[in-house]
């Protein structure tokens, strides 16, 4: 199985802020590895495919980047409505596997 | 608009089964593999079971094989998770997922307790 690691666990961050998180794969995976964002009570919701690819309709302060076993998350500037939880995950084979999430927290 | 609906969950007691079910609208159904994920409480992502557009290919994880069997009815826009022999650990909220994670539902609790 894939292993997914992202670092770090959690941050915390001010209004405005650049945050990158990153997720490392146990092995390359290609581009096949997906961003998603999670609040409390919520259903996740896709940011990035394809390791740099914005979903429709998701604000270009996010963006994504890398290949084979290291990838990137960046906000660029952080707003009070991306404060939450979020997860990568590999999607180039099975089982999927997902990063253990790292949460953003108001400074 | 792309709508996922699951229904099915509750309160069961280990050993006991439950069927959870998954009603798309707003896009083709026929036409894109889906999968149940799911989130124990205060916990992460796991992902449980995939099927393809015409079930021709299925997988799960290995907590569930064995257990869990993945289904769908595309004339009824329907995905289905029947769950057999619940355990404590199986408790979670199951979200049923398009594609690669593009959209989902609004997940429904899973209880197992005594």
């Known amino acids: 199985d894939i292993q997914m690691t992202q670092s770090p666990s959690s ?3 001010s209004v405005g802020d650049r945050v990158t998180i990153t997720c490392r794969a146990s092995q390359g995976i290609s581009n096949y590895l997906a961003w998603f964002q999670q609040k409390p ?9 394809a390791a740099s690819s914005l979903q429709s309709g998701v604000p270009s302060k996010f963006s994504g980047s890398g290949s084979g076993t290291d990838f990137t998350l960046t906000i660029s500037s952080l707003q009070p409505e991306d404060f939450a939880t979020y997860y990568c995950q590999q999607y180039n084979s099975y089982p999927l596997t997902f990063g ?3 949460k953003v927290e108001i400074k | 608009e792309v709508q996922l609906v699951e229904s099915g969950g ?6 006991g089964s439950l069927r959870l079910s998954c009603a798309a609208s707003g896009f083709t159904f026929s036409s894109y593999s889906m999968n149940w994920v799911r989130q124990a409480p205060g916990k992460g992502l796991e992902w449980v079971s995939s099927i393809s557009s015409s079930s021709s290919y299925i997988y799960y994880a290995d907590s569930v094989k064995g257990r869990f069997t993945i289904s769908r009815d ?4 329907s995905l289905y998770l ?3 022999s619940l355990r404590a650990e ?3 909220v199951y979200y049923c997922a398009r594609d690669f994670g593009r959209d989902w539902g609004q997940g429904t609790l899973v209880t197992v307790s005594s």
Not at chain 1, 41 to 49: D, R, T, V
Not at chain 2, 10 to 15: M, R
């Open chain 1, 41 to 49: 009570g919520k259903a996740p919701k896709s940011l990035i495919y």
């Open chain 1, 11 to 13: 941050l915390s961050a």
């Open chain 2, 82 to 84: 029947q769950m057999n």
């Open chain 1, 100 to 102: 253990q999430g790292t």
């Open chain 2, 90 to 92: 199986d408790t979670a």
């Open chain 2, 10 to 15: 509750g309160l069961v007691k280990p050993g």
């Open chain 2, 74 to 77: 595309n004339a009824k826009n």
